[in-house]
């Protein structure tokens, strides 16, 4: 999704319209990566009634120096202003790459390296930091629904620096009289194996939580975006990524915390049955991907996919996950549908 030298803003638009239920009547919530400033108007012809916000190096796409918290303030009231009463989810910056900096020294590694970026980048830049949190808080007065999510968290400790930016910049605006939202919700990207093996304490922590799986995946098993040599190793199958997701999965269900799916595999029939058999029920796709997922939704008796998800977990080896799952597709549809043609997963 990310190419060099594009800077650019995306957000998640919770959809009403396509929110959705599985055959044996389960609620599940699924929201669309659409881009704004210019495509706020697309909230409102989708009926959204959620606004979760996926931003990556969101000030140069309108210029090319760092913006000053009050630049970054009207874009922000523009959002929750479009998203009326709903929630607004905003993910704080991702700086890295050969983004550059007029207002550092600092020189950020390669995207493909985890490094200086994400949240640790702020946390040194306390200023940009600072000022991005304050334009999101001041942005959302009067609007009760605001969450603040971290990127590329890595562990508890890294999670409390940036909660604690967060609770400085409230004392400092209500010091200065300044309107601003009181109690945001702070949350935490997971897409690092250090956090995977932290899921328990980063979800005691967190108020929700997103999973980054295509991220996840990448920094797991070591596999560079892009780079086809290594390709046969990006393997969201993988047992221990299975593994990994049922443990996340288990840790916010049991602290009734809502925790969120987004990549590049959710729209995908299998692993989508996978997801729900293990007990997500929050997703995040591209808009074009909705209808699919709309029909395996509707199709999918979760008593049907947790089954599915069990044998999964049971396997060693990603060869012998993919045999499962033909074995499956082999006593769900005909044999000429169970080749990954099948319209729809759970039909019988």
């Known amino acids: 999704m990310e190419k060099s030298g594009q800077h650019y803003l995306s957000m998640l638009c919770h959809i009403s319209e396509l929110s959705e239920v599985t055959s044996d009547g389960t609620g599940i919530d699924l929201m669309a990566h659409t881009n704004i400033l210019g495509e706020l108007s697309i909230e409102r012809e989708l009926k959204v009634d959620g606004t979760g916000l996926s931003q990556r190096e969101f000030p140069f796409l309108v210029q090319s120096t760092f913006p000053s918290e009050e630049e970054q303030f009207r874009i922000y009231r523009r959002l929750f202003f479009e998203a009326g009463g709903s929630a607004v989810v905003i993910r704080t910056f991702d700086l890295a790459g050969n983004t550059i900096f007029p207002v550092t020294d600092h020189h950020v590694e390669a995207k ?6 994400s949240t640790r980048y702020p ?8 000022q991005q949190i304050r334009a999101i808080l001041r942005a959302a007065a009067g609007h009760d629904k605001c969450a603040i999510l971290f990127p590329l968290i890595s562990s508890v400790n890294e999670f409390r620096r940036a909660r604690h930016h967060v609770n400085e910049c409230l004392s400092e605006l209500s010091g200065q009289h300044i309107p601003h939202n009181r109690n945001p919700l702070t949350g935490a990207m997971i897409e690092l194996s250090s956090t995977a093996g932290l899921v328990d304490e980063i979800a005691e922590e967190v108020d929700f939580a997103f999973i980054g799986i295509s991220d996840l995946v990448r920094y797991m098993l070591i596999n560079d975006r892009g780079n086809e040599q290594i390709e046969e190793y990006y393997q969201p199958f993988h047992p221990s990524v299975l593994r990994v997701l049922k443990k996340i999965a288990e840790a916010y ?3 009734n915390k809502i925790i969120s799916v987004c990549g590049e595999q959710v729209h995908e029939r299998d692993y989508l049955r996978f997801l729900l058999g ?5 997703f995040s796709a591209d808009p074009r991907f909705m209808p699919a997922m709309r029909r395996h939704i509707g199709d999918c008796q979760i008593a049907e996919a947790q089954c599915f998800a069990d044998a999964l977990l049971r396997q060693k080896t990603v060869a012998d996950v993919h045999t499962e799952i033909n074995d499956y597709l082999q006593l769900e549809y005909p044999p000429e549908l169970s080749h990954g043609s099948c319209p729809a997963f759970g039909s019988k």
Request: charged share 30%; proline share 5%; no cysteine.
């Open 253 to 255: 269900i049991s602290r």
């Open 112 to 117: 493909s390296q985890p490094g200086l970026r």
């Open 123 to 130: 946390l040194k830049e306390k200023n940009i930091f600072d």
């Open 278 to 282: 293990t007990g997500f029920r929050n």
